[in-house]
Each structure stands twice: as structure tokens, then as C-alpha cells.
């Protein structure tokens, strides 16, 4: 779905393209993201090897470069991943974009982690909280 920061006019984008979404607020289908969403099985799928930043948000990030039209793109993956059971994880996928690098949006974003020091693999996180340990933001300490 786009990201809009205006009212949606569907007279221009078309009613095809007009969904409502969990909060019954409308949205626009955009078939790039929704394409590109269908690479998020193969991302989860290798999340035990991957690094996560912390967005200060009580969510994390994890970004994959994918390579579309020969040109390497940042693909941001927002989760979040609660204890469900004794010895099982709950992971939720927030949202997920290719994050253009010239839109005003990509600069100093809130919840997008500037330094990308704030980093935890998440194999970490997933066996502290499955303990039931709390996770701090990685880069406190670290200046």
C-alpha cells in the first residue's frame, strides 16, 4: 500500500485500486510493494542469520537488498516478536517497503535507525525473549 501523506484522491489512482484497511481507512493498492512482498517468506525464512536493528519502537528492522532491474535496493522489513508459549515465538511483520533513498521521507525518518549501530543478530533476540529478558537499544553505551 502507498504511503500518502495527503487524503487519497481515487478519482486520479482509480476506485479499482481503493481498499480499506484493518481500521476501515482507506488505502491504495500499489502493485510494486505488493510484488515485492512476495519475497517476505524467503526473508523470514533466513532471519536466523541476519542482523536487526533496533528502531527505538518496540519493533525492529531487518533490511535485505534485493536486486530489481539490476539496481541493489534497501528493503525494509518492520517486526515485532513476542513470546507466545514456553518455547515458541510469535514474529508479526509490520510493514514493508523498499525505502526510496531520495524521498524526503528516507532522511532522518523516525524509527529508522541513522547509525545502523544499534544492531542485535536475531537468534540474540529470539533466545532472550524467549527467557523473558528485556532488550535494550544496542547502541546505549556505545558513543
Known amino acids: 500500500m502507498e504511503r500518502a501523506t ?3 484522491d481515487f478519482e486520479v489512482l482509480g476506485n479499482a485500486r481503493r ?3 484493518h481500521r476501515n481507512v482507506a488505502r491504495a493498492f500499489c502493485p ?10 524467503a526473508i523470514i525464512a533466513q532471519l536466523a542469520e541476519r542482523r536487526c536493528y533496533f528502531t527505538g519502537r518496540s519493533n525492529w528492522l531487518v533490511i535485505e537488498d534485493i536486486d530489481d532491474r539490476g539496481e541493489a535496493v534497501e528493503y525494509e522489513v518492520f517486526f515485532r516478536l513476542r513470546r507466545a508459549a514456553a518455547a515458541q515465538l510469535r ?3 509490520e510493514s514493508a517497503y523498499v525505502r526510496n533513498p531520495g524521498s524526503p521521507q528516507a532522511a532522518g525518518k523516525p524509527g529508522i535507525p541513522r547509525n545502523r549501530r544499534s544492531i542485535v543478530r536475531f537468534r540474540v533476540m529470539a533466545a532472550k525473549i ?4 528485556s532488550i535494550r537499544d544496542p547502541s546505549l553505551g556505545r558513543q
Open 32 to 41: 510494486d510493494r505488493h510484488r515485492w512482498s512476495l519475497n517476505l517468506p
Open 6 to 8: 495527503g487524503p487519497l
Open 130 to 133: 524467549l527467557r523473558g529478558e
Open 19 to 21: 481498499i480499506l484497511d
Open 91 to 93: 514474529l508479526v511483520i
